[in-house]
C-alpha cells in the first residue's frame, strides 16, 4: 500500500482535482442569476459527480488494468451493443444519443470511446499483432470504424470525430508504418478540404450532413454570419472571451452568461470555457491550458514509463482523448473550429462524460503505478 | 513471426506526438491572445452595442415668475402606474408575456378603480420597441387611486408607482398668450445632438415664451445606461448622470395689474398693454378670449385644437402684438407734435372745424368744433383741425414721427408672432400700387386711418413716450434671468433707445389736450374719468372694411397719474361702438384698480396733487422736464434710470431680431 502511494502521480491527481473544484465552481457561476446564492441544480450534481468520479478514479487506478487484456473484447462488444440499443431509445433533441437509466441518462459514446482505446491498445500491443503488416492497419481502422458510423448515424458528428485523431496517435505510437497513416491522414484532408469547397459552393446538394450541421459549418467558413440563427453561439462565445480581456470581469460578473446572450442550455457544458475566458480573463484561460497540458504530458510520461506496450497504448490513447477533447472544444470557443457539442473534459457539466474521463484517467494511474521502474 | 522491437522508436514517436500535442495547446494561447488581449476593445464594443442602452432623461424645466414672484410656469409632479415588463416576462412566445401583462392590468384596475385603457396592441408595441423600459398604464392618477394602490397593490409583481414632471400654467387663461405653452418635444432634433437608444417623452417649448427660451429654460438632459439581457429585458442599470434644472426668467409683468386688465376687458374680444413709462416694463399685456395653455400639455387633443383653431374670436391669437388696427384718434397726439416739429408755432395754430371738410372731389362730414386750438381740438377730437393742420405742415412729418416712436416696426418684445404695423408713405404707397400720396392721404394719416396700423402693444410705447417727456424705451418682458444653481438673478437691460425731438412746449399742450380729454366734463374720454385720479389719455375710434357696414375698432390710450406717470395703457376693443363710450368705462375700471394698487403700495396716488392748471403755458425753457423731476423727486428710481442711461448708445430699434438674443445673450 505504502509503495502503492510513493508510486502514485499526485501531480495529475492534484490537476484533476483542481479541474474538477474550479469545475464546480464555475458552473455555479453559469448558472448565477442574482438573489440565487443557493447551491443547486447543476451545480450541486456536478459535485456529486465530482466525488463520484474520485471515487472512481481511484477505484481504477488500484485495479491492475493489465487483467482488462483478458476481457477487452467483451467490453468492446459491450460498447457496440449499447451503441445499436441507442437507437431503441426515444429520441431527444432530434437524436438517438442517450439511453434513460434511473437517475441519468447514459451516453453510450463515452463508453464507446473509451472501449475503442482500450481494445486498439490491448490489440496492437498483443504479441500476436504484427504492426508491421498492412492488415493490421485494416484492421485498427475498422475497429475504430464500426462505432465510428454508428456515433455518427445518432448522429453525434462531433463525438465521432474524436475517434479519428485518437486512433491515429494510438497507431502512431504502436509503431504502425507511417507510410499508410500518413496516406490516411492525406486523404481524410483532402476529403475535408473538398467538403469544405462543395457546401461553400453548393450546400444543398452536399450529402452526408444534416442541415443543421451545414449551417454551423458555412458559419465557420464565414459564409454566412446567420448572428442570430446558427451563428448565435460562435459569435456570442467569441465576444464573450474576447471581452474578458487580460484579467476578466472577475467571478460571477461574466456578463454574456449573467444577460442570457450565452445560453444558459449551453452556458455550463460546451461553453463553461467561454464562461471562465470571460470572468477569469487570458491570465485565467491560460492556467487552464496549463493545465491542460499537465494532464497530457503526465500522461504520455505514463506512457513512455509504461511496463508493456498495452500500458503505453492505453495510457497515449487516454491522453490522445483528453487533448482532441479539449483541444476541439476549447477550439470552438474561440472560434478557430466550427461549432460541435463537444463537452471540455472534467470541466463541462454531465454525467457520463465525467465518469468515463474518471475511469479512463485512473486506467493512466493504474499504467503508471504498475510502470517498470 | 517477427521479434517485436518493444522498446526504443516508440518513444521518439510519443515524444514527437506530445510535442504535436503541446504545440496544438500553443496555437490556442495564441487564439486566447488575438481575442483576448489584440482584438478586446472590438469584441467589448460588440458586447457593450448588444447590452447596453442609452436613455435619455429630460432636464428640469426653469420656472417663470412674474415681477413679484409668482409663478407663471410651473413644474408640477403627476404620479402614473406603470408596467415593467421584466417584472411580467413569461418564457415561451411573446404572446403568454402580454397575456401577463394584461392580467396583471386587469388585477390592478380592480384594486384602483381605473378603467384599463392600454390596448393589447400597445403593450405589443412597447415590448417590440421599449421593452426595457416601463410602459405608463394610467397617466396621472388621482389621490385616491393612488393610496388604494399604495395599499392593496404593493406585492403585484411588474407594476408601481412611477412619477413625472408636468409643466402647470396657474394662471393659464390669463397668461397664455405671453408664457405660450410646451408640448411634446420634436425627437428628430434631440437625436440630433446625441445618440440615445431611447429617449422618454420630454417638454419643448412651442409658443410664446416657452418657445423663445426654450434653450434656457430646458435645461440639460441626463441620462442613464441601462444593462439588458438577451430578450432585450431590463436587467439593470449601470449608470446615470442626473439631468440639470434649466434656468428660471422673471417677467416684467405684474400679475395684479395682468388680472386687472382681464378684469377690465371682461368678455370683450380685444387687448390690453401697461407699460411702464418710466423703464418700457410690460407690466401687462392682456389679449380676449384667451385660451387654457394646459390643454396643451403634454399634447392638445384634436378635438380640443380644432375648437381653438375654428373659434372665430380667434382665442390662439395675440392680439396685442400680433393684432394690427388702424389707431384712429389715438395717433392724433402725434400729428399734433409732429406738426411742431417743422414749425414751433404750430402748437399755437387756430383752425376753424367745420362739421364738413372738402378735399379735392371728396366731401368728408364729420363733427363741427367751431374755432379752436390744438389743446381742445384733442379734447374734442376735430378731425378737421388735423386735416388742416397736416395739410399746412406736410405729411412727411407724421410719417416721420410715427416710424420715430416705433410704428411700423416690430417692438421686439419677448413674444412670438409679432407684427410690425405700417406706416404707409409715398414709397409704400407706389411700392403697392396705391398711386401717388394725395391730400386725401394726407388727411387719412393725420387722423390715424387709412393704410395707418399699429398693434396695442405699440400704442402703449407711443403713450409711454408721451407720457415720460419724449423718451423711447423698447417695451422689455424680461426683467432678469437666473442661470441654472445661482441664487441671484441678473438683470436683463433696459432699452433706452433714444429721445424724440418733440419741444417741451408741444408736449405740454398735447399732454394738456389728453389731460382734458379725460378730466373735462366735455371731453371725449370722461367715462373713464376715476375721482381721485388725474390721468390723460385720448380715445380713438377706427373705422375699418367697408364704409357702410361701419364696423370700427375701439380704442384708447392713457397714462396715469398725470404728473408722475407710472402707466401707460393701450387699451383696444375690436367692433365696439366709440372710444368714448365702449372703451371708457373699462377703462375705468382699470384706472380704479390701479389707483388703489397705487394707493396701497406707497400712499401716494394720483390724487395727491390735483392741479388744475398743469400742461397749461408754460413757456420756461426747460420749465417741464424741471417741473417733471421735480415732482418725482420721491421716485428716485426713475431718475436714476433716465441718468444712469442718459449716456448709452441708443439702440437701433428695429434691430429686433437680435435683440431676444442679446436680452439673454449671457445664459448658454
Same mark, same amino acid.
Given at each position: 500500500?505504502?509503495?502503492?502511494?510513493?508510486?502514485?502521480?499526485? =501531480?495529475?491527481?492534484?490537476?484533476?482535482? =483542481? #479541474?474538477?473544484?474550479?469545475?464546480?465552481?464555475?458552473?455555479?457561476?453559469?448558472?448565477?442569476?442574482?438573489?440565487?446564492?443557493?447551491?443547486?441544480?447543476?451545480?450541486?450534481?456536478?459535485?456529486?459527480?465530482?466525488?463520484?468520479?474520485?471515487?472512481?478514479?481511484? =477505484?481504477?487506478?488500484?485495479?491492475?488494468?493489465?487483467?482488462?487484456?483478458?476481457?477487452?473484447?467483451?467490453? %468492446?462488444?459491450?460498447?457496440?451493443?449499447?451503441?445499436?440499443?441507442?437507437?431503441?431509445?426515444?429520441?431527444?433533441?432530434?437524436?438517438?444519443?442517450?439511453?434513460?437509466?434511473?437517475?441519468?441518462?447514459?451516453?453510450?459514446?463515452?463508453?464507446?470511446?473509451?472501449?475503442?482505446?482500450?481494445?486498439?491498445?490491448?490489440?496492437?500491443?498483443?504479441?500476436?499483432?504484427?504492426?508491421?503488416?498492412?492488415?493490421?492497419?485494416?484492421?485498427?481502422?475498422?475497429?475504430?470504424?464500426?462505432?465510428?458510423?454508428?456515433?455518427?448515424?445518432?448522429?453525434?458528428?462531433? =463525438?465521432?470525430?474524436?475517434?479519428?485523431?485518437?486512433?491515429?496517435?494510438?497507431?502512431?505510437?504502436?509503431?504502425?508504418?507511417?507510410?499508410?497513416?500518413?496516406?490516411?491522414?492525406?486523404?481524410?484532408?483532402?476529403?475535408?478540404?473538398?467538403?469544405?469547397?462543395?457546401?461553400?459552393?453548393?450546400?444543398?446538394?452536399?450529402?452526408?450532413?444534416?442541415?443543421?450541421?451545414?449551417?454551423?459549418? #458555412?458559419?465557420?467558413?464565414?459564409?454566412?454570419?446567420?448572428?442570430?440563427?446558427?451563428?448565435?453561439?460562435? #459569435?456570442?462565445?467569441?465576444?464573450?472571451?474576447?471581452?474578458?480581456?487580460?484579467?476578466?470581469?472577475?467571478? #460571477?460578473?461574466?456578463?454574456?452568461?449573467?444577460?442570457?446572450?450565452?445560453?444558459?442550455?449551453?452556458?455550463?457544458?460546451?461553453?463553461? %470555457?467561454?464562461?471562465?475566458?470571460?470572468?477569469?480573463?487570458?491570465?485565467?484561460?491560460?492556467?487552464?491550458?496549463?493545465?491542460?497540458?499537465?494532464?497530457?504530458?503526465?500522461?504520455?510520461?505514463?506512457?513512455?514509463?509504461?511496463?508493456?506496450?498495452?500500458?503505453?497504448?492505453?495510457?497515449?490513447?487516454?491522453?490522445?482523448?483528453?487533448?482532441?477533447?479539449?483541444?476541439?472544444?476549447?477550439?470552438?470557443?474561440?472560434?478557430?473550429?466550427?461549432?460541435?457539442?463537444?463537452?471540455?473534459?472534467?470541466?463541462?457539466?454531465?454525467?457520463?462524460?465525467?465518469?468515463?474521463?474518471?475511469?479512463?484517467?485512473?486506467?493512466?494511474?493504474?499504467?503508471?503505478?504498475?510502470?517498470?521502474? | 513471426?517477427?521479434?517485436?522491437?518493444? &522498446?526504443?522508436?516508440?518513444?521518439?514517436?510519443?515524444?514527437?506526438?506530445?510535442?504535436?500535442?503541446?504545440?496544438? @495547446?500553443?496555437?490556442?494561447?495564441?487564439?486566447?491572445?488575438?481575442?483576448?488581449?489584440?482584438?478586446?476593445?472590438?469584441?467589448?464594443?460588440?458586447?457593450?452595442?448588444?447590452?447596453?442602452?442609452?436613455?435619455?432623461?429630460?432636464?428640469?424645466?426653469?420656472?417663470? @415668475?412674474?415681477?413679484?414672484?409668482?409663478?407663471?410656469?410651473?413644474?408640477?409632479?403627476?404620479?402614473?402606474?406603470?408596467?415593467?415588463?421584466?417584472?411580467?416576462?413569461?418564457?415561451?412566445?411573446?404572446?403568454?408575456?402580454?397575456?401577463?401583462?394584461?392580467? !396583471?392590468?386587469?388585477?390592478?384596475?380592480?384594486?384602483?378603480?381605473?378603467?384599463?385603457?392600454?390596448?393589447?396592441?400597445?403593450?405589443?408595441?412597447?415590448?417590440?420597441?421599449?421593452?426595457?423600459?416601463?410602459?405608463?398604464?394610467?397617466?396621472?392618477?388621482?389621490?385616491?387611486?393612488?393610496?388604494?394602490?399604495?395599499?392593496?397593490?404593493?406585492?403585484?409583481?411588474?407594476?408601481?408607482?412611477?412619477?413625472?414632471?408636468?409643466?402647470?400654467?396657474?394662471?393659464?387663461?390669463?397668461?397664455?398668450?405671453?408664457?405660450? @405653452?410646451?408640448?411634446?418635444?420634436?425627437?428628430?432634433?434631440?437625436?440630433?445632438?446625441?445618440?440615445?437608444?431611447?429617449?422618454?417623452?420630454?417638454?419643448?417649448?412651442?409658443?410664446?415664451?416657452?418657445?423663445?427660451?426654450?434653450?434656457?429654460?430646458?435645461?440639460?438632459?441626463?441620462?442613464?445606461?441601462?444593462?439588458?439581457?438577451?430578450?432585450?429585458?431590463?436587467?439593470?442599470?449601470?449608470?446615470?448622470?442626473?439631468?440639470?434644472?434649466?434656468?428660471?426668467?422673471?417677467?416684467?409683468?405684474?400679475?395684479?395689474?395682468?388680472?386687472?386688465?382681464?378684469?377690465?376687458?371682461?368678455?370683450?374680444?380685444?387687448?390690453?398693454?401697461?407699460?411702464?413709462?418710466?423703464?418700457?416694463?410690460?407690466?401687462?399685456?392682456?389679449?380676449?378670449?384667451?385660451?387654457?395653455?394646459?390643454?396643451?400639455?403634454?399634447?392638445?387633443?384634436?378635438?380640443?385644437?380644432?375648437?381653438?383653431?375654428?373659434?372665430?374670436?380667434?382665442?390662439?391669437?395675440?392680439?396685442?402684438?400680433?393684432?394690427?388696427?388702424?389707431?384712429?384718434?389715438?395717433?392724433?397726439?402725434?400729428?399734433?407734435?409732429?406738426?411742431?416739429?417743422?414749425?414751433?408755432?404750430?402748437?399755437?395754430?387756430?383752425?376753424?372745424?367745420?362739421?364738413?371738410?372738402?378735399?379735392?372731389?371728396?366731401?368728408?362730414?364729420?363733427?363741427?368744433?367751431?374755432?379752436?386750438?390744438?389743446?381742445?381740438?384733442?379734447?374734442?377730437?376735430?378731425?378737421?383741425?388735423?386735416?388742416?393742420?397736416?395739410?399746412?405742415?406736410?405729411?412727411?412729418?407724421?410719417?416721420?414721427?410715427?416710424?420715430?416712436?416705433?410704428?411700423?416696426?416690430?417692438?421686439?418684445?419677448?413674444?412670438?408672432?409679432?407684427?410690425?404695423?405700417?406706416?404707409?408713405?409715398?414709397?409704400?404707397?407706389?411700392?403697392?400700387?396705391?398711386?401717388?400720396?394725395?391730400?386725401?392721404?394726407?388727411?387719412?394719416?393725420?387722423?390715424?386711418?387709412?393704410?395707418?396700423?399699429?398693434?396695442?402693444?405699440?400704442?402703449?410705447?407711443?403713450?409711454?413716450?408721451?407720457?415720460?417727456?419724449?423718451?423711447?424705451?423698447?417695451?422689455?418682458?424680461?426683467?432678469?434671468?437666473?442661470?441654472?444653481?445661482?441664487?441671484?438673478?441678473?438683470?436683463?437691460?433696459?432699452?433706452?433707445?433714444?429721445?424724440?425731438?418733440?419741444?417741451?412746449?408741444?408736449?405740454?399742450?398735447?399732454?394738456?389736450?389728453? @389731460?382734458?380729454?379725460?378730466?373735462?366734463?366735455?371731453?371725449?374720454?370722461?367715462?373713464?374719468?376715476?375721482?381721485?385720479?388725474?390721468?390723460?389719455?385720448?380715445?380713438?375710434?377706427?373705422?375699418?372694411?367697408?364704409?357702410?357696414?361701419?364696423?370700427?375698432?375701439?380704442?384708447?390710450?392713457?397714462?396715469?397719474?398725470?404728473?408722475?406717470?407710472?402707466?401707460?395703457?393701450?387699451?383696444?376693443?375690436? &367692433?365696439?361702438?366709440?372710444?368714448?363710450?365702449?372703451?371708457?368705462?373699462?377703462?375705468?375700471?382699470?384706472?380704479?384698480?390701479?389707483?388703489?394698487?397705487?394707493?396701497? /403700495?406707497?400712499?401716494?396716488?394720483?390724487?395727491?396733487?390735483?392741479?388744475?392748471?398743469?400742461?397749461?403755458?408754460?413757456?420756461?425753457?426747460?420749465?417741464?422736464?424741471?417741473?417733471?423731476?421735480?415732482?418725482?423727486?420721491?421716485?428716485?428710481?426713475? !431718475?436714476?434710470?433716465? /441718468?444712469?442711461?442718459?449716456? /448709452?448708445?441708443?439702440?437701433?430699434?428695429?434691430?429686433?431680431?437680435?435683440?431676444?438674443?442679446?436680452?439673454?445673450?449671457?445664459?448658454?
Amino acid at each position: 500500500m505504502i509503495a502503492h502511494l510513493r508510486r502514485f502521480d499526485w =501531480t495529475i491527481l492534484g490537476v484533476i482535482l =483542481t #479541474l474538477l473544484i474550479s469545475s464546480c465552481v464555475f458552473i455555479f457561476s453559469a448558472e448565477y442569476q442574482s438573489g440565487n446564492e443557493m447551491l443547486a441544480g447543476k451545480t450541486l450534481r456536478q459535485i456529486i459527480w465530482g466525488t463520484l468520479g474520485t471515487g472512481i478514479y481511484f =477505484t481504477v487506478a488500484y485495479f491492475d488494468y493489465r487483467k482488462l487484456k483478458e476481457i477487452h473484447w467483451w467490453i %468492446y462488444a459491450c460498447a457496440l451493443l449499447l451503441l445499436v440499443v441507442v437507437f431503441f431509445c426515444p429520441e431527444k433533441s432530434n437524436a438517438h444519443r442517450w439511453i434513460p437509466m434511473p437517475g441519468f441518462d447514459l451516453q453510450p459514446s463515452e463508453l464507446a470511446k473509451i472501449a475503442v482505446v482500450l481494445s486498439l491498445a490491448a490489440w496492437l500491443g498483443s504479441p500476436a499483432t504484427d504492426v508491421e503488416e498492412w492488415i493490421t492497419f485494416v484492421k485498427a481502422a475498422v475497429l475504430s470504424a464500426t462505432p465510428f458510423f454508428l456515433i455518427m448515424l445518432e448522429p453525434d458528428l462531433g =463525438t465521432a470525430m474524436v475517434l479519428v485523431p485518437v486512433t491515429i496517435i494510438v497507431l502512431v505510437i504502436a509503431n504502425l508504418p507511417l507510410r499508410p497513416i500518413l496516406t490516411l491522414i492525406g486523404v481524410g484532408i483532402v476529403a475535408v478540404i473538398v467538403l469544405a469547397v462543395w457546401l461553400r459552393f453548393l450546400p444543398d446538394t452536399c450529402p452526408i450532413l444534416t442541415d443543421y450541421q451545414k449551417s454551423r459549418i #458555412l458559419v465557420y467558413l464565414n459564409v454566412t454570419q446567420d448572428p442570430l440563427g446558427a451563428g448565435w453561439n460562435k #459569435l456570442q462565445s467569441q465576444i464573450a472571451v474576447g471581452s474578458g480581456g487580460l484579467f476578466g470581469k472577475g467571478y #460571477l460578473k461574466g456578463t454574456q452568461n449573467i444577460l442570457g446572450f450565452l445560453p444558459r442550455t449551453v452556458a455550463p457544458t460546451d461553453f463553461i %470555457y467561454s464562461v471562465i475566458a470571460e470572468e477569469t480573463g487570458f491570465v485565467g484561460s491560460s492556467i487552464l491550458l496549463i493545465l491542460y497540458s499537465t494532464i497530457v504530458v503526465r500522461c504520455m510520461r505514463a506512457a513512455i514509463k509504461a511496463q508493456e506496450i498495452f500500458g503505453r497504448l492505453l495510457a497515449a490513447g487516454v491522453g490522445a482523448l483528453i487533448f482532441t477533447h479539449s483541444f476541439i472544444n476549447i477550439a470552438m470557443t474561440v472560434g478557430l473550429m466550427p461549432i460541435t457539442g463537444l463537452p471540455l473534459p472534467l470541466m463541462s457539466y454531465g454525467g457520463s462524460f465525467m465518469l468515463s474521463t474518471m475511469v479512463a484517467l485512473g486506467l493512466v494511474q493504474s499504467v503508471y503505478l504498475r510502470r517498470r521502474i | 513471426m517477427k521479434i517485436r522491437r518493444t &522498446d526504443q522508436s516508440p518513444s521518439l514517436r510519443t515524444y514527437v506526438v506530445l510535442f504535436l500535442m503541446i504545440g496544438g @495547446y500553443f496555437l490556442l494561447s495564441c487564439a486566447l491572445w488575438r481575442l483576448q488581449i489584440a482584438k478586446i476593445s472590438q469584441f467589448e464594443n460588440r458586447q457593450r452595442t448588444q447590452s447596453l442602452r442609452r436613455v435619455r432623461l429630460p432636464g428640469i424645466r426653469g420656472k417663470i @415668475y412674474d415681477r413679484n414672484g409668482m409663478c407663471l410656469a410651473d413644474n408640477r409632479p403627476t404620479y402614473s402606474i406603470a408596467l415593467f415588463p421584466e417584472g411580467v416576462r413569461r418564457s415561451g412566445g411573446w404572446a403568454r408575456t402580454i397575456d401577463h401583462a394584461m392580467e !396583471i392590468m386587469g388585477e390592478v384596475s380592480e384594486i384602483t378603480g381605473l378603467k384599463p385603457n392600454v390596448k393589447r396592441s400597445k403593450i405589443k408595441n412597447h415590448i417590440r420597441c421599449r421593452l426595457p423600459l416601463p410602459l405608463i398604464l394610467w397617466q396621472d392618477i388621482g389621490l385616491r387611486s393612488m393610496a388604494r394602490f399604495a395599499e392593496q397593490g404593493g406585492g403585484i409583481p411588474g407594476v408601481d408607482l412611477y412619477t413625472k414632471v408636468t409643466r402647470n400654467y396657474p394662471y393659464s387663461p390669463y397668461t397664455s398668450h405671453l408664457i405660450g @405653452y410646451v408640448g411634446r418635444a420634436n425627437l428628430d432634433e434631440l437625436k440630433k445632438t446625441k445618440d440615445f437608444s431611447y429617449y422618454l417623452p420630454e417638454m419643448g417649448g412651442r409658443a410664446g415664451l416657452e418657445s423663445l427660451f426654450d434653450d434656457f429654460l430646458r435645461g440639460e438632459a441626463g441620462g442613464k445606461i441601462v444593462q439588458i439581457d438577451v430578450s432585450g429585458y431590463r436587467f439593470g442599470e449601470l449608470a446615470r448622470r442626473e439631468p440639470k434644472r434649466g434656468g428660471d426668467i422673471r417677467l416684467t409683468l405684474d400679475m395684479e395689474v395682468q388680472l386687472l386688465a382681464h378684469q377690465a376687458l371682461s368678455t370683450n374680444r380685444g387687448a390690453v398693454v401697461v407699460i411702464d413709462p418710466n423703464n418700457g416694463d410690460v407690466l401687462a399685456m392682456h389679449s380676449g378670449p384667451g385660451y387654457d395653455a394646459n390643454l396643451f400639455v403634454p399634447y392638445i387633443r384634436s378635438k380640443d385644437w380644432n375648437a381653438l383653431r375654428d373659434d372665430p374670436c380667434k382665442p390662439l391669437l395675440n392680439r396685442a402684438v400680433a393684432g394690427v388696427y388702424s389707431p384712429g384718434s389715438t395717433f392724433k397726439p402725434i400729428s399734433g407734435l409732429a406738426a411742431s416739429t417743422v414749425d414751433p408755432e404750430a402748437i399755437h395754430d387756430i383752425y376753424d372745424s367745420p362739421g364738413t371738410f372738402v378735399i379735392g372731389r371728396r366731401v368728408i362730414r364729420t363733427r363741427g368744433h367751431g374755432k379752436v386750438n390744438m389743446r381742445e381740438a384733442l379734447k374734442y377730437s376735430a378731425n378737421v383741425y388735423f386735416f388742416k393742420s397736416a395739410l399746412d405742415h406736410g405729411w412727411e412729418c407724421i410719417t416721420d414721427q410715427a416710424t420715430a416712436v416705433g410704428l411700423g416696426k416690430k417692438t421686439g418684445v419677448e413674444v412670438d408672432f409679432e407684427r410690425s404695423g405700417l406706416v404707409p408713405d409715398l414709397a409704400w404707397q407706389k411700392k403697392t400700387g396705391h398711386g401717388g400720396w394725395t391730400d386725401g392721404d394726407t388727411c387719412n394719416l393725420s387722423i390715424g386711418q387709412g393704410f395707418l396700423a399699429a398693434t396695442p402693444l405699440q400704442m402703449a410705447v407711443l403713450t409711454a413716450t408721451i407720457a415720460n417727456g419724449g423718451y423711447l424705451y423698447r417695451p422689455r418682458l424680461l426683467q432678469a434671468y437666473r442661470d441654472p444653481g445661482k441664487k441671484n438673478y441678473d438683470p436683463a437691460p433696459r432699452r433706452r433707445v433714444g429721445k424724440m425731438n418733440w419741444s417741451e412746449e408741444a408736449l405740454s399742450v398735447v399732454r394738456g389736450g389728453m @389731460y382734458d380729454v379725460i378730466m373735462s366734463k366735455d371731453g371725449t374720454g370722461r367715462r373713464a374719468a376715476v375721482h381721485g385720479l388725474t390721468f390723460a389719455g385720448k380715445t380713438g375710434t377706427a373705422e375699418y372694411g367697408i364704409k357702410r357696414e361701419g364696423k370700427k375698432h375701439t380704442w384708447m390710450i392713457a397714462f396715469a397719474p398725470y404728473d408722475n406717470p407710472k402707466y401707460a395703457v393701450a387699451f383696444l376693443i375690436e &367692433d365696439g361702438n366709440s372710444g368714448g363710450s365702449t372703451v371708457g368705462p373699462r377703462m375705468k375700471i382699470l384706472m380704479q384698480g390701479l389707483l388703489a394698487k397705487m394707493t396701497r /403700495e406707497q400712499g401716494v396716488g394720483g390724487g395727491g396733487g390735483q392741479r388744475s392748471e398743469i400742461g397749461g403755458r408754460r413757456s420756461e425753457v426747460g420749465g417741464q422736464r424741471s417741473e417733471i423731476r421735480g415732482q418725482r423727486a420721491g421716485g428716485g428710481e426713475w !431718475i436714476q434710470a433716465l /441718468e444712469n442711461q442718459g449716456g /448709452e448708445a441708443a439702440q437701433e430699434i428695429g434691430n429686433r431680431q437680435s435683440k431676444i438674443g442679446n436680452s439673454h445673450g449671457g445664459e448658454s
